[in-house]
Antibody
């Protein structure tokens, strides 16, 4: 069965960076039709899309709000995707989730979420 | 605020029906497929509807959706206490070149 398993919770200070991993299994990681998206939900807020990575090519597309601060990568040998965010502020406190989907959406499988807390 | 507008909350008694609207524009709903997601408390979102009207395997037909122009609607019939959750619409926005979600609608079963 398809599974996306994410790394554990992180506590960071303002200005630091964080790297969250998302290990995929149960399907062909590099299948051209599947992208890995990253979505976050801050406390009391809705869902916010950060961007996607094409695991086959490594191509990325970031939401405008996160360009320059977010980097998405993947390791095809371990079928793992990663998301790096730099220059963290308290506004980045959120649960970050990876989700499998097409290039333009339809997120059919989600990771369990990773809580990133940013506090001095 | 979100580019997709949803009501903050809807409610109905068990067995009744609720509908959730999702209003967008010509750059998103007007030219892209809409998906609906259910987020139960403390769990990952679940895909309820994709490509405007299609249900993934395992989603009961109590959940249905439609799209017209720049708006979409999710309907839940035979409401159950287990349906209490937040529901989000989502679609691709060609102007923003980004996936956008609605703010979410909390469904309460009275």
């Amino acid at each position: 069965q398809v599974q996306l398993v994410q790394s554990g919770a992180e506590v960071k200070k303002p200005g630091a960076s964080v790297k969250v991993s998302c290990k995929a299994s149960g399907y062909t990681f590099t299948y051209t039709g599947y992208y890995l998206h990253w979505v976050r939900q801050a406390p009391g807020q809705g869902l916010e899309w950060l961007g996607w990575i094409n695991p086959n090519s490594g191509d990325t597309n970031y939401a405008q709000n996160f360009q320059g601060r977010v980097t998405m990568t993947r390791d095809t040998s371990t079928t793992t995707a990663y998301m790096d965010i730099i220059s963290l502020t308290s506004h980045d406190t959120a649960v970050y989730s990876c989700a499998r989907g097409a290039r333009d959406g339809n997120f059919d499988y989600w990771g369990q979420g990773t809580l990133v807390s940013v506090s001095s | 605020q979100s580019v997709l507008t949803q009501p903050p909350s809807v409610s109905a008694a068990p067995g009744q029906k609720v509908t959730i609207s999702c209003s967008g524009s010509s750059s998103n709903i007007g030219k892209s497929y809409v998906s609906w997601y259910q987020r139960l408390p403390g769990t990952a979102p679940k895909l309820l509807i994709y490509d405007n009207t299609r249900r993934p395997s395992g989603i009961p037909d109590r959940f249905s959706a439609s799209k017209s122009g720049t708006s979409a609607t999710l309907g839940i019939t035979g409401l159950q206490t287990g349906d209490e959750a937040d529901y989000y619409c989502g679609t691709w926005d060609f102007s923003l070149r980004a996936y956008v979600f609605g703010i979410g609608t909390e469904v309460t079963v009275l």
